[in-house]
Protein backbone atom coordinates (compact mmCIF):
# COMPACT_ATOMS: atom_id res chain seq x y z
CA UNK A 1 0.00 0.00 0.00
CA UNK A 2 1.09 3.61 -0.68
CA UNK A 3 -0.02 6.87 0.44
CA UNK A 4 0.76 10.47 -0.43
CA UNK A 5 -0.66 13.47 1.62
CA UNK A 6 -2.46 15.55 -0.72
CA UNK A 7 -0.82 19.28 -1.59
CA UNK A 8 2.56 17.86 -0.17
CA UNK A 9 5.86 17.85 -1.19
CA UNK A 10 6.86 14.38 1.01
CA UNK A 11 5.69 11.31 -0.45
CA UNK A 12 5.09 9.30 2.81
CA UNK A 13 4.84 5.70 1.78
CA UNK A 14 3.12 2.81 4.06
CA UNK A 15 3.43 -1.18 3.31
CA UNK A 16 3.13 -4.12 5.46
CA UNK A 17 6.30 -4.07 6.86
CA UNK A 18 6.17 -0.63 7.87
CA UNK A 19 2.15 0.54 8.65
CA UNK A 20 1.26 4.50 8.62
CA UNK A 21 0.71 4.17 12.49
CA UNK A 22 4.15 4.15 13.11
CA UNK A 23 4.56 8.46 12.92
CA UNK A 24 7.37 8.82 14.96
CA UNK A 25 9.95 9.65 12.89
CA UNK A 26 12.00 12.68 11.34
CA UNK A 27 9.43 15.15 9.08
CA UNK A 28 10.64 14.34 5.51
CA UNK A 29 13.22 11.93 6.24
CA UNK A 30 13.53 9.47 3.19
CA UNK A 31 13.57 5.53 3.88
CA UNK A 32 16.97 4.47 4.35
CA UNK A 33 17.73 1.21 2.01
CA UNK A 34 20.24 -0.92 1.47
CA UNK A 35 20.85 1.37 -1.69
CA UNK A 36 21.02 4.42 0.69
CA UNK A 37 23.50 2.46 3.22
CA UNK A 38 25.79 1.66 -0.01
CA UNK A 39 25.44 5.03 -1.27
CA UNK A 40 26.35 6.58 2.25
CA UNK A 41 29.55 4.59 2.12
CA UNK A 42 30.36 5.30 -1.34
CA UNK A 43 30.16 8.87 -0.03
CA UNK A 44 32.24 8.22 2.82
CA UNK A 45 29.36 8.97 5.34
CA UNK A 46 29.17 7.11 8.75
CA UNK A 47 26.74 5.32 9.28
CA UNK A 48 24.99 5.23 12.84
CA UNK A 49 23.59 2.20 14.05
CA UNK A 50 21.82 1.78 17.68
CA UNK A 51 20.09 -1.86 19.18
CA UNK A 52 16.81 -1.77 19.99
CA UNK A 53 14.51 -4.07 22.04
CA UNK A 54 10.81 -2.82 22.06
CA UNK A 55 8.48 0.00 20.62
CA UNK A 56 9.79 2.25 23.03
CA UNK A 57 13.61 1.89 22.28
CA UNK A 58 12.62 1.50 18.45
CA UNK A 59 10.64 5.06 18.42
CA UNK A 60 13.39 6.30 20.09
CA UNK A 61 16.11 5.64 17.66
CA UNK A 62 13.58 6.86 15.16
CA UNK A 63 13.29 10.44 16.59
CA UNK A 64 17.08 10.27 16.70
CA UNK A 65 17.51 9.61 13.17
CA UNK A 66 19.81 6.61 13.21
CA UNK A 67 20.48 5.46 10.63
CA UNK A 68 19.69 1.35 10.96
CA UNK A 69 18.35 -0.36 14.28
CA UNK A 70 19.50 -3.54 15.43
CA UNK A 71 17.71 -6.04 17.39
CA UNK A 72 20.22 -7.68 18.69
CA UNK A 73 20.94 -10.87 20.62
CA UNK A 74 22.46 -9.03 23.56
CA UNK A 75 18.52 -8.66 24.47
CA UNK A 76 19.35 -11.69 25.90
CA UNK A 77 21.44 -10.45 28.73
CA UNK A 78 20.24 -6.51 28.76
CA UNK A 79 16.44 -6.82 28.69
CA UNK A 80 15.91 -10.73 29.92
CA UNK A 81 18.36 -11.07 32.10
CA UNK A 82 20.06 -13.89 30.75
CA UNK A 83 24.13 -14.31 31.73
CA UNK A 84 25.39 -14.84 27.71
CA UNK A 85 23.09 -14.35 24.68
CA UNK A 86 23.58 -18.05 23.56
CA UNK A 87 20.00 -18.52 25.84
CA UNK A 88 17.17 -16.49 23.97
CA UNK A 89 15.60 -18.49 21.47
CA UNK A 90 14.32 -17.74 18.13
CA UNK A 91 10.50 -16.73 18.89
CA UNK A 92 12.19 -14.66 21.89
CA UNK A 93 14.28 -12.65 19.21
CA UNK A 94 11.19 -12.36 16.51
CA UNK A 95 8.80 -11.26 19.32
CA UNK A 96 11.09 -8.24 20.16
CA UNK A 97 12.08 -7.49 16.27
CA UNK A 98 7.92 -6.90 15.51
CA UNK A 99 7.92 -4.99 18.39
CA UNK A 100 10.80 -2.82 17.21
CA UNK A 101 9.23 -2.90 13.77
CA UNK A 102 5.96 -1.28 14.80
CA UNK A 103 8.23 1.64 15.94
CA UNK A 104 10.41 2.10 12.95
CA UNK A 105 9.79 3.68 10.17
CA UNK A 106 12.44 4.93 8.01
CA UNK A 107 15.40 3.53 9.54
CA UNK A 108 16.68 0.21 8.16
CA UNK A 109 15.60 -2.70 10.83
CA UNK A 110 18.38 -5.81 11.30
CA UNK A 111 17.46 -8.69 13.32
CA UNK A 112 20.04 -11.03 14.35
CA UNK A 113 19.46 -14.95 14.47
CA UNK A 114 19.98 -16.36 17.45
CA UNK A 115 22.41 -19.38 17.99
CA UNK A 116 21.34 -22.25 16.96
CA UNK A 117 19.45 -20.63 14.33
CA UNK A 118 21.72 -20.88 11.91
CA UNK A 119 24.24 -23.81 13.25
CA UNK A 120 22.51 -26.98 11.93
CA UNK A 121 22.21 -26.79 8.35
CA UNK A 122 21.77 -24.28 5.36
CA UNK A 123 18.08 -25.44 5.37
CA UNK A 124 17.55 -24.45 8.65
CA UNK A 125 19.62 -21.29 7.93
CA UNK A 126 17.24 -20.47 5.60
CA UNK A 127 14.45 -21.26 6.92
CA UNK A 128 15.14 -19.27 10.32
CA UNK A 129 16.31 -16.17 7.82
CA UNK A 130 12.47 -16.07 5.95
CA UNK A 131 10.16 -16.11 9.46
CA UNK A 132 12.50 -13.38 10.95
CA UNK A 133 12.01 -11.42 7.68
CA UNK A 134 8.28 -13.05 7.26
CA UNK A 135 7.02 -13.01 11.11
CA UNK A 136 9.79 -10.66 12.50
CA UNK A 137 9.03 -7.94 9.98
CA UNK A 138 13.13 -7.62 9.88
CA UNK A 139 14.49 -6.10 6.68
CA UNK A 140 17.99 -7.53 7.06
CA UNK A 141 19.15 -10.55 9.09
CA UNK A 142 22.75 -10.52 11.08
CA UNK A 143 24.75 -13.86 11.52
CA UNK A 144 28.13 -13.90 13.61
CA UNK A 145 30.91 -16.20 12.19
CA UNK A 146 33.40 -15.97 9.80
CA UNK A 147 34.36 -18.52 6.58
CA UNK A 148 32.84 -21.37 8.54
CA UNK A 149 29.51 -19.84 7.74
CA UNK A 150 29.75 -18.58 4.21
CA UNK A 151 27.22 -21.30 2.64
CA UNK A 152 24.78 -20.25 4.95
CA UNK A 153 25.00 -16.35 3.69
CA UNK A 154 25.26 -17.28 0.61
CA UNK A 155 22.24 -19.81 0.83
CA UNK A 156 19.63 -17.17 2.62
CA UNK A 157 21.30 -13.98 0.24
CA UNK A 158 19.74 -16.08 -2.50
CA UNK A 159 16.95 -16.52 -0.94
CA UNK A 160 15.85 -12.99 -1.66
CA UNK A 161 17.38 -11.43 1.67
CA UNK A 162 19.99 -8.91 2.68
CA UNK A 163 22.59 -10.71 5.00
CA UNK A 164 24.55 -8.53 7.67
CA UNK A 165 27.61 -10.60 9.29
CA UNK A 166 29.46 -10.24 12.20
CA UNK A 167 32.99 -11.33 12.75
CA UNK A 168 35.77 -10.56 15.43
CA UNK A 169 34.40 -11.26 18.80
CA UNK A 170 31.67 -13.30 18.59
CA UNK A 171 29.45 -13.17 21.86
CA UNK A 172 27.15 -16.44 20.84
CA UNK A 173 30.50 -17.98 20.52
CA UNK A 174 32.67 -16.43 22.76
CA UNK A 175 33.41 -19.45 24.96
CA UNK A 176 34.81 -21.02 22.54
CA UNK A 177 37.09 -17.76 22.15
CA UNK A 178 37.78 -17.75 25.90
CA UNK A 179 35.36 -15.50 26.91
CA UNK A 180 34.36 -11.51 26.55
CA UNK A 181 37.99 -10.98 24.69
CA UNK A 182 39.44 -8.80 22.19
CA UNK A 183 39.93 -11.01 19.13
CA UNK A 184 43.09 -10.23 16.13
CA UNK A 185 46.10 -9.09 18.44
CA UNK A 186 48.27 -10.81 17.29
CA UNK A 187 49.70 -11.07 13.06
CA UNK A 188 47.90 -14.67 12.33
CA UNK A 189 44.76 -13.56 14.10
CA UNK A 190 44.43 -10.48 12.75
CA UNK A 191 44.88 -12.04 8.96
CA UNK A 192 42.34 -14.74 10.10
CA UNK A 193 39.92 -11.95 10.56
CA UNK A 194 40.61 -10.38 7.26
CA UNK A 195 40.47 -13.82 5.63
CA UNK A 196 37.02 -13.87 7.40
CA UNK A 197 35.92 -10.12 6.35
CA UNK A 198 36.98 -11.23 2.37
CA UNK A 199 34.92 -14.61 2.52
CA UNK A 200 31.76 -13.15 4.10
CA UNK A 201 31.72 -10.24 1.43
CA UNK A 202 32.37 -12.93 -1.30
CA UNK A 203 29.18 -14.53 0.33
CA UNK A 204 26.91 -11.91 -0.42
CA UNK A 205 27.05 -10.38 2.99
CA UNK A 206 26.06 -5.91 2.14
CA UNK A 207 27.32 -4.93 5.61
CA UNK A 208 29.32 -6.38 8.05
CA UNK A 209 29.75 -5.65 12.55
CA UNK A 210 33.24 -6.07 13.52
CA UNK A 211 33.52 -6.14 17.16
CA UNK A 212 36.42 -5.66 20.04
CA UNK A 213 39.64 -5.74 17.54
CA UNK A 214 42.22 -3.62 17.01
CA UNK A 215 41.89 -0.50 15.57
CA UNK A 216 44.55 -1.06 12.84
CA UNK A 217 42.65 -4.34 11.98
CA UNK A 218 39.53 -3.25 11.36
CA UNK A 219 40.76 -0.22 9.72
CA UNK A 220 42.48 -2.38 7.20
CA UNK A 221 39.35 -4.58 6.63
CA UNK A 222 37.85 -1.44 6.13
CA UNK A 223 39.95 -0.39 3.32
CA UNK A 224 40.05 -4.06 1.86
CA UNK A 225 35.97 -4.89 1.58
CA UNK A 226 33.63 -2.68 -0.70
CA UNK A 227 30.92 -2.83 1.77
CA UNK A 228 30.30 -0.87 4.72
CA UNK A 229 32.07 -2.21 8.01
CA UNK A 230 30.18 -1.02 11.54
CA UNK A 231 32.52 -1.27 14.36
CA UNK A 232 31.61 -1.98 17.88
CA UNK A 233 35.00 -1.59 20.04
CA UNK A 234 36.29 -1.62 16.62
CA UNK A 235 37.63 1.89 16.70
CA UNK A 236 36.90 5.24 14.60
CA UNK A 237 37.80 4.38 11.45
CA UNK A 238 35.12 1.74 10.26
CA UNK A 239 32.07 2.97 8.38
CA UNK A 240 30.05 3.50 11.40
CA UNK A 241 29.15 2.44 14.64
CA UNK A 242 26.94 0.74 16.99
CA UNK A 243 26.28 0.78 20.39
CA UNK A 244 24.03 -1.56 22.60
CA UNK A 245 21.44 1.10 23.83
CA UNK A 246 21.30 -0.31 27.46
CA UNK A 247 24.87 0.76 27.73
CA UNK A 248 25.51 3.85 26.35
CA UNK A 249 22.05 4.98 28.48
CA UNK A 250 23.45 3.39 31.58
CA UNK A 251 20.79 1.05 32.29
CA UNK A 252 22.64 -2.27 32.47
CA UNK A 253 24.71 -2.46 36.11
CA UNK A 254 26.42 -5.40 35.32
CA UNK A 255 29.21 -4.10 33.86
CA UNK A 256 30.16 -1.47 31.00
CA UNK A 257 32.51 -2.60 27.79
CA UNK A 258 35.84 -0.75 27.39
CA UNK A 259 34.47 1.03 24.03
CA UNK A 260 31.07 2.18 25.48
CA UNK A 261 30.44 5.43 25.91
CA UNK A 262 27.70 6.09 28.28
CA UNK A 263 26.35 8.97 26.87
CA UNK A 264 23.52 9.08 29.60
CA UNK A 265 22.98 7.93 33.28
CA UNK A 266 19.81 6.56 33.80
CA UNK A 267 19.43 4.14 36.21
CA UNK A 268 19.90 6.09 38.97
CA UNK A 269 16.97 8.41 37.56
CA UNK A 270 15.15 5.67 37.15
CA UNK A 271 15.38 4.13 40.72
CA UNK A 272 15.30 7.46 42.07
CA UNK A 273 11.75 7.74 40.58
CA UNK A 274 10.53 4.72 41.98
CA UNK A 275 11.36 5.37 45.35
CA UNK A 276 9.60 8.74 45.18
CA UNK A 277 7.01 6.93 43.75
CA UNK A 278 6.63 4.12 46.45
CA UNK A 279 7.05 6.81 48.48
CA UNK A 280 4.45 8.99 47.77
CA UNK A 281 1.80 5.85 47.47
CA UNK A 282 2.70 5.29 50.96
CA UNK A 283 1.98 9.12 52.26
CA UNK A 284 -1.38 9.00 50.04
CA UNK A 285 0.49 12.08 47.78
CA UNK A 286 -0.03 10.48 44.72
CA UNK A 287 -2.51 10.26 43.12
CA UNK A 288 -3.80 13.99 43.76
CA UNK A 289 -7.42 14.64 43.61
CA UNK A 290 -7.85 16.84 40.63
CA UNK A 291 -4.92 16.34 39.21
CA UNK A 292 -4.38 12.63 38.18
CA UNK A 293 -8.26 11.82 38.46
CA UNK A 294 -11.37 12.16 36.65
CA UNK A 295 -14.73 13.29 38.06
CA UNK A 296 -18.45 12.95 37.32
CA UNK A 297 -20.69 15.17 36.39
CA UNK A 298 -21.80 17.48 39.01
CA UNK A 299 -25.46 15.97 38.54
CA UNK A 300 -24.52 12.83 38.23
CA UNK A 301 -22.27 13.20 41.45
CA UNK A 302 -24.75 14.28 43.56
CA UNK A 303 -27.36 11.05 42.36
CA UNK A 304 -24.48 8.95 43.09
CA UNK A 305 -23.91 10.00 46.40
CA UNK A 306 -27.34 9.81 47.16
CA UNK A 307 -27.24 6.66 45.72
CA UNK A 308 -24.27 5.32 47.87
CA UNK A 309 -25.30 6.32 50.81
CA UNK A 310 -29.07 4.90 50.48
CA UNK A 311 -27.47 1.17 49.36
CA UNK A 312 -24.41 1.05 51.04
CA UNK A 313 -24.16 3.36 54.05
CA UNK A 314 -20.71 5.06 53.02
CA UNK A 315 -21.15 8.75 53.12
CA UNK A 316 -19.34 10.07 50.26
CA UNK A 317 -18.88 13.46 51.79
CA UNK A 318 -16.47 12.83 54.29
CA UNK A 319 -13.17 13.17 54.06
CA UNK A 320 -12.09 9.57 52.48
CA UNK A 321 -11.35 7.12 55.18
CA UNK A 322 -7.95 4.49 55.00
CA UNK A 323 -8.83 1.82 52.88
CA UNK A 324 -8.03 -1.06 56.11
CA UNK A 325 -10.81 1.14 57.88
CA UNK A 326 -13.22 1.16 54.85
CA UNK A 327 -12.66 -2.94 53.97
CA UNK A 328 -13.24 -3.15 58.35
CA UNK A 329 -16.42 -1.28 58.45
CA UNK A 330 -17.74 -3.60 55.41
CA UNK A 331 -17.09 -6.69 57.45
CA UNK A 332 -19.12 -5.24 60.46
CA UNK A 333 -22.08 -4.88 58.16
CA UNK A 334 -22.08 -8.07 56.63
CA UNK A 335 -21.81 -9.39 59.84
CA UNK A 336 -24.96 -8.00 61.17
Known amino acids: MAAAAKG ?22 AKVTV ?11 PIAMMTAYDYPTAVACER ?11 LAMVALGHQDTSQVT ?25 FGAYHADIGDSV ?15 KLEGGRHFVSRVDAIVNSGIPVVGHIGL ?12 VQGKSVAAAQHLVDDALALQTAGCFAMVLEAMPSLVAETITRLVSVPTIGIGAGSRTSGQVLVLSDMMG ?9 CRRFAELAPQMDAALVQYKTDVKARRFPEEGLHTYAMPAAAEDRWREHVLSAYGLDLDRAAEPTAQVHQQQQQRSSV
Open 8 to 29: SAVCVRAYSARPDSARDTLPGR
Open 127 to 141: RNAVRMVKEGRAEAV
Open 64 to 74: AGVDMVLVGDS
Open 35 to 45: HALKKMHSDGK
Open 90 to 114: MDEMMHHSRAVARGTRSAFLVSDLP
Open 170 to 181: TPQTAVSLGGFR
Open 251 to 259: IFDRFTPKF
